[in-house]
């Protein structure tokens, strides 16, 4: 991981100093030309070493950046953590509640259809006994009074023996 930080945070003074030899060029076309290389390099010299303590500056600066973002993941990774666990906990919790009361009234349900029907059997049970009773007693006396004489069959006219003639 160095190796990319290195490159990454040269890179903006590598810009800056691009800039700046923009500028010194431009300063050489309108200067004269006769200038010593003495100079030049002395300030080419100052330059550096002042990128130097800036880049350091920014490595350690950079450092810090990191290390207290890496902090407020780990702490903001945590706190989220604990909140699923605590929501995960409250929604077994109201599952399980909502299970046993589900269960219980289930129960209820149970019993009370199971009573009504039970009382709606015994009450069927007694109409047909009573009803199978009344028609028993209502065949008995039917066949007590007795039947009712049939018509007696008209007579017929009985038939001569022999043919009469005519």
Known sequence: MKKIIVPLLSLPMLLAACGESTDQEQAKEQA??????????????SEQSTAAEGAGTLVEQT???????????KEAASNVAEDSGEMLEKTQEAVGDTYEAA???TGEVY????????DAYEAT?????????????????????GQPEAPAAPETPSMPAEPTKI
């Open 63 to 73: 450092k810090e950046m990191g290390s207290s973002a890496w902090e407020a993941t």
């Open 111 to 118: 019993e009370s259809v199971k009573e009504g029907t039970a």
């Open 103 to 105: 269960k219980e009234k």
């Open 32 to 45: 004269p030309v006769e200038q010593s290389a003495a100079p030049e390099s002395s300030a080419a010299d």
């Open 125 to 145: 049970k007694e109409k047909a006994g009573e009803i199978y009773e009344s028609a028993k007693e209502k065949g008995a006396e039917l066949l007590n009074q």
